[in-house]
């Protein structure tokens, strides 16, 4: 079970959302390239980048944040990128520059066509993003609701040939309220690809929780307020993962 911290990006900063709300953010660090670092040293395995501009501008705006990040993390870690990722040139771009897995969002929902053409085009490097309330799929930076449910919809893209699914429940991100952790197991038994879990995660308790059910096809939690705010030690966790696992960092 890996879990990952998220560095969301507005501004150049480094920054948490409530509720995907924009205007409700909080700076953590003005210098993400160094919260990268301080995550690795503190044993992540994998970093979970979002251009929150990009996402709710439909292209990339956090360029330079996001090169001065795979900068300082080289090879050491593999990095995952998603907002505002539209087109194939983009993918390419970001893959060219150390990216290791560029997340598709709102586009794969939007436009299913697309997220086909990536997955032929980057075979093994494109992972989806599905946000959900009470089972159906929100799009455009969480603020319209679809008609599309979360598993048909997950199936389809499994077809497409995606590397995986994030998972985030829209209902408990940033609000340290603890993962859905039943909809998420429902989510991954129904696919062979590993899920993601997203939002929510706050405390040692859901990881507990989360590796309890890690054998339904569950292979990390992404984790971001908590460990910024301090309600989960990162490293602790990472920890306690790796032990209830059988396994050593």
């Not at 520059?97 to 093994?124: E, M, R």
């Not at 910024?228 to 696992?245: I, T």
Request: glycine letters at 12%; proline letters at 3%.
């Amino acid at each position: 079970m890996l879990l990952i911290p998220a560095i969301d990006l507005k501004d150049g900063h480094c920054v948490r959302l409530k509720q995907g709300e924009m205007d409700d953010a909080t700076v953590f660090s003005e210098e993400p390239a160094a919260m990268a670092r301080h995550w690795i040293d503190q044993g992540a395995r994998r970093l979970h980048l979002v251009d929150l501009n990009g996402a709710f501008a439909g292209k990339p705006k956090n360029g330079a944040a996001i090169r001065a990040i795979t900068d300082e993390v080289g090879d050491d870690i593999p990095v995952q990128l998603g907002g505002g990722i539209r087109d194939l040139d983009t993918i390419e771009t970001y893959l060219d520059n150390g990216i290791s897995y560029v997340i598709i969002g709102t586009a794969a929902v939007k436009n299913p066509g697309f997220l086909h053409d990536a997955c032929s085009a980057f075979p093994g490097h494109i992972i989806v993003g599905l946000d959900a309330r009470d089972g159906k799929v929100a799009v455009d930076g969480w603020s319209k609701l679809t008609g599309h449910d979360v598993i048909d919809l997950a199936k389809k893209f499994e077809d497409y040939g995606v590397e995986s699914v994030i998972y985030t429940d829209i209902g408990r991100d940033g609000m340290l309220s603890g993962v859905n952790i039943e909809a998420t197991v429902r989510l991954a038994q129904a696919l062979r690809i590993p899920v993601i879990a997203s939002g929510g995660v706050a405390s040692l308790s859901d990881i507990d929780a989360l590796c309890a059910v890690e054998g339904e096809g569950i292979m990390g939690a992404i984790t971001g307020r908590a460990i910024y705010e301090g309600s989960l030690d990162f490293a602790a966790g990472q920890a306690r993962a790796d032990e209830l696992n059988g396994q050593t960092a």
